[in-house]
C-alpha cells in the first residue's frame, strides 16, 4: 500500500524487525483492499442483488439497516467482505504482538525511565478495578483489551494499541495518532475564538494520543488524561514524557472521578462513548457537568448517530458491532445524546452536534509543505455538515456548555 504518513518514532513505541514489520505492512494493506477495493461493491450488490431478492419476496423495498443486513448476509460478496475485514484486524493484532512480547522487560522499565524524567503527575490505584464493560471481551479483538495486565508494571497492552491504532487508520490518523486530539483542537480555535480553558481534562486518553495536542494548543493549562486501564496510563505518561510534553495521566473511571466540582473549564473525549455502556454514558455526561466550570465547555468526538446517515451507511458502520467485538457500537449511535446532555443539567440551547474537519486532511488539502505537529498551522477552510465522519472529512463532536450562572 502507499503509505500515507510513516508512524513518527519514539522511545516507548516497540521496535519491530524486519518480518514483524513486513507482516504488520502486509495486514495494513489488507485492511486497505477490504475498504477500497471490497467495500465499494457492496452498494450495487445491495441494489442490484439484495434489494430486489427482498422486493421480490415483501412486495417492497428494506427501509432500515437490520432488514438490509438481513438480506445482505447470506450474499456471497458481502460474506467474502465482512470475513476478509475480521481476518485482516486480527491478522494487525498478530503481527504487532510479537515485538511487544519480546520487548516486554525493556518497555516497562523503558516506561519507568521515562515517568522518572518528568514534573507531570502519574496517578496510579492499585484498587482501581476497571469497568466490566471494559474486560468482558477484547474490543476491538485486542488482545488483552485495555485493562490487562502480565507483569509489575505492565504496559504491553498500551503498546500493543500504539502501534496497532496506527495499522488499523491505516496512517490517517497522522505520525502520532493524534488526528483527532488536533481536529477537536482545530474546531475549539475557530468556534470558540478567545477560549483559555485553564484546565482540560480528556476522558479515556488510551495512550494520550489525542491529548497530548490541548497542551500544544494550551501551553499554561493543567492539562489531564484519565482512563481505566492502568497499563495504557503508564505508557501514556511514559510517552508524553519521551515526547517533551508536560501532561499528567491518572486511573480513573470517567464515571466517576476524583476531581473537584467545577474543576475543569473544557473536558474532551475521543471516541470513548461508543466503548462503553448504556448506564455508563449518562453518568459520563452528568460528570462532566459536574466537573465543569461555570461556562466550560465538553466536547466528545466520535462518529455520528444514526439518524444523521442513510438506512445503507448504518448497516456498513453497524458491521463493527457485529464482527469487530465493538457491543455498544451500533447501541450508542441510537440514543439521543442530545437529550442526555440536558438531562445531565446542559442548557438545551447550549448542546448541539458538529463536525470537526480532519486535521490531517486539511493540512494535506491546504498544500503545506508536509505534515505538521502544530496545531495552529494554516489550514483550509472548508464548510462541513453535520453528519460527516471520518474518513469522509471530519469527526462528529457533541459540544456542551455549562451555564454561566449557576
Ligand atoms: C477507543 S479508546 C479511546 C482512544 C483515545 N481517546 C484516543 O483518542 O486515542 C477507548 C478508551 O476508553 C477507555 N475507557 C472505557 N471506559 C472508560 C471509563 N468509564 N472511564 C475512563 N476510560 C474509559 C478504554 O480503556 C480505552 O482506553
Redesign the pocket.
Known sequence: MLNTFQQASHPMLPVSNHDEAARQEFAKSLKQFVQQGLLPGLAPVFTQRAARAFEAEHGRAPTDRREIRQVMEPDPYFQHYAALNRIAQELMWNAVIDPVERQLPALIEGARHWSATTRAELRMDPDFV??R??TALDIHCMPGG??SEVAPGDVSVAAL?DRG?YLYGMGFAGPL?DD??RSVCNYVQRQLPGFKPRRIL?????????TLPYKTLFPDAEVWG????GP?IRYAHARAAALGVEVNFAQ????QTDFADGHFDLIV????LH??SGK?MPR?VRECHRLLSPGGYAIHADLPPFDLMSPFTQFILDNETWYNNEPFWGAMREIDQVQLAIDAGFPADSVAFATAPMAILESTAAGAAGYTQDATSSVAEREFTAGEFAPGGGWEVLVARKAVQA
Open positions: 476497571p469497568p464493560y471494559v485495555y485493562a494499541y491504532a495518532n483527532m486530539g480528556d476522558m479515556g486518553c488510551t495512550v494520550g494520543h489525542s484519565i482512563d481505566v486501564g495504557c480513573m473511571n470517567a464515571e473525549s475521543h471516541i470513548l466503548e462503553t455508563a459520563i
